[in-house]
């Protein structure tokens, strides 16, 4: 038997609870104890539940809007088309950024390579650790104004 709107609604207001205790660094446990959930396990699926849903509905809006771009595009071209056709070395270098533009949209371009040095790893990993600590003072600081308040 599906869940009524007031069992959705609450739903939806714990797992966006959880995604927003999981953001700002809380274990699986502390969620679990926090939201009352029976156990870690089940906070982490609803957590991943919650995340399954968001990217289903983004993925259709995000798919219109790229096909709202590739038509723009397309329109572009063909009114350059007889100029390019013509020889208008203006009109063939912008054409060519509408077709680099277009690969692009598409995915038609081949990976770039990147070099990955150690250094390059060390100062990826200490700006991650930079953030982590940010984020970790801000938990912090949010966690005291609320026992302030409390």
């Keep these: 038997m599906p869940a009524n709107r007031a069992q959705q609604t609450k739903t939806a207001d714990r797992r966006r609870q959880a995604v927003e205790l999981r953001i700002a660094g809380r274990s699986w446990q502390q969620i679990a104890d926090q939201l009352e ?22 993925a259709i809006p995000l798919e219109a809007h790229r096909q ?26 912008t054409t060519l950024r509408l077709m680099d533009r277009r690969a692009k949209l598409l995915g038609l371009d081949a990976p770039q390579r990147h070099e990955l040095t150690l250094e390059a790893i060390d100062a990826a990993l200490a700006d991650v650790e930079q953030q982590l600590a940010a984020a970790r003072s801000e938990a912090a600081e949010a966690e005291g104004a609320e026992e302030e308040e409390g």
């Design 37 to 58: 959930y029976s156990s870690k396990g089940a906070a982490c699926t609803d957590v991943r539940r919650a995340l399954e849903k968001a990217v289903e509905k983004l």
């Design 68 to 93: 709202l771009e590739l038509d723009r595009l397309d329109a572009i071209q063909n009114a350059l088309w007889d100029k390019v056709l013509d020889g208008d070395t203006k009109a063939i270098d």
